[in-house]
């Protein structure tokens, strides 16, 4: 297994006033040929919105965009006629196949943090379709929540609302956790064909946010070649296993780390 850390202070990064972002991969005026894209996975954004702003009506075709609350209350509108509200826990799916148009806003008073995740789907010119989901803290607490998986993937129900991880069109999965100070949690990559997976990691910048270097939250990341990799909130790392081999997470630090890890072909 090889990881490559990809520091927080590394990711493109820009503040609008009513919006602070984050990119990990190239998007909007950040653009890096080292970082464009891994395997199917295309957009990271760590976004903070303020309330009474937001992005306005805009198209999207042939990616699949889900958003993960973290803090606030967000506000999509699209196309298929789909109104919604999301809270902390709640998962957002839209597959904009052949192409939808939609609008995210701050609702309410406060600000809405969340993180806004893009895959490249497997088929192209799917029937677009909107997926929601809520995974509670309770259901992540010191364990791996498996919140996005294939649609084809046991488990996976294809209707608008449902329990279980929201469908996908990319060979994709995703899981999260809150790790508690003190706590371990380890997770073999996927058996599947091919001899490599792709993964990343994630510590989500719960504590505030923080365009200079990494701090908050502190995990130490097991099982690659060399030394551990220890990240704090904002950071990540490329992840190269082979099928079944096994990544551990330790919460090094003294506060809850929300940490996501992606597992790819």
Known sequence: MKLVP????ERGHADHGWLKTFHTFSFASYQSSQHDHFGCLRVINEDRVAPHTGFGTHA??????????????????DSMGNVEVMTRGDLQMTSAGTGIRHSEHCH??????????WSIPSTSRLPPQYFTRHFSDEEKKDQWAHIVAPVDAPGVVEKREASGPAPVH?????????????KSLSRPFLQ?????????????????????????????????????????????????????????VENVGSSVAEVLLFDME
């Open 6 to 9: 990809r520091r927080s202070t």
């Open 60 to 77: 999207h075709r042939e990616f699949e965009i889900f958003s993960y609350i973290v803090s606030g209350e967000l506000e999509h509108r």
């Open 108 to 117: 309410g008073g406060q600000q809405v943090h969340f993180l806004q995740i």
């Open 170 to 182: 990319s060979p994709l999965h995703l899981f999260a956790t809150l790790l508690s100070p003190g």
């Open 192 to 248: 599947a064909s091919g001899a490599q997976r792709k993964g990343y990691i994630h510590v989500v910048q719960t504590s505030g946010y923080n365009p200079k270097e990494a701090s908050g939250a502190h995990i130490r990341v097991l099982g690659a070649e060399g030394e551990p990799v220890e990240l704090r909130e904002g950071d990540g790392a490329y992840i190269m296993a082979a099928p079944g081999e096994e990544l551990t």
